[in-house]
């Protein structure tokens, strides 16, 4: 499948982009940080919902990898930010009924991280090139949060389908 | 002053230290994923608060360094995430009424994160050696949530502090 690149505008329909990236810090600590204020919609705390922060230490995917089924958390949003500064894929499909003809993929560079917003069907972690460690905030609390599906079709995404990202980026 | 090791048992008064180390992982994501679930109390969603993830970008501070001010955020924790692999310092006071003759110093190693309890007295960002990135998650919403003190008596953290800690440590 195609893997396009990740930037907010893209990516708006499925929650957030995380990086310092074209965001605007204020100064703070008397002027020894910047801050890049707000840059996710964590929306996890409910009546019933709080703040979990986690880490997930994820092994790399092979490619060609076969993109069989896909999950979404109903309750809440769910952030992924690498602290490894290796890429990954950020597989997504629109939140509502599941639709496996609206997949898309998208390739997390270096310093991206991600924040699917609540209902978004997304694969779980795909790490790539080495073991990658991610800070995770979703929600922890009382109430079913995960919903998965298969795909009736799985989907292919090749080594050659990343070769062709870079070609279109450069 | 002295600087300590930071342990999840030194720094309990103060918050949690955010770490793989000592934490039981589930396998998740089939297999793919280690968890460590949980691994702060991020206490930011009273009625008027919410989750604010946000970035810092600090720049290192010099040796000898003087600690004139601390501060403290009275309506919920603060979590800082290296994304750096560079160490920091940590300074703290238990919460109640600022005593500065119980300032304590830590050294943050490399993938060690920290949140502070609610109310905890600390000094702002005290990076090392280089520009460093935090993820940090604090409160967002109506309320004040700042207060900050300056010493009576500043305090001097010195390059010889830091080495009778490699010291200890060794």
Redesign the interface.
């Known amino acids: 499948m195609r893997i396009h690149k990740l930037t907010r505008a893209a990516f708006a329909t499925f929650g957030d982009v995380?990086s310092?990236e074209g965001?605007n810090?204020s100064l703070?600590?008397?002027g020894?940080?910047?801050?890049?204020?707000?840059?996710?919609n964590?929306d996890?705390?409910d009546a019933h919902?709080?703040?979990?922060?986690?880490?997930?230490?994820?092994?790399p995917?092979q490619l060609p990898f076969e993109v069989t089924s896909m999950q979404r958390h109903p309750l809440g949003s769910q952030?992924f930010?690498p602290?490894s500064r290796h890429p990954y894929l950020v597989v997504v499909s629109p939140p509502g009924g599941f639709d496996e003809s609206r997949l898309i993929a998208f390739f997390a560079a270096p310093g991206q991280g991600v924040?699917y917003a609540k209902g978004v069907w997304h694969h779980?972690?795909l790490a790539l090139d080495e073991v990658s460690?991610f800070?995770?905030?979703d929600r922890?609390g009382a109430g079913s949060n995960l919903e998965e599906v298969n795909l009736q079709r799985p989907v292919t995404i090749s080594a050659e389908d990343l070769r062709s990202l870079a070609f279109d980026i450069n």
Chains 1, 2 share one sequence.
């Open positions: 995380i310092q965001a810090p703070v600590n008397r020894t940080a910047e801050r890049f204020h707000d840059l996710a964590i996890v705390a919902g709080k703040p979990l922060l986690s880490l997930f230490r994820a092994r995917c952030a930010i602290l924040n779980v972690l460690d800070i995770v905030i922890g």
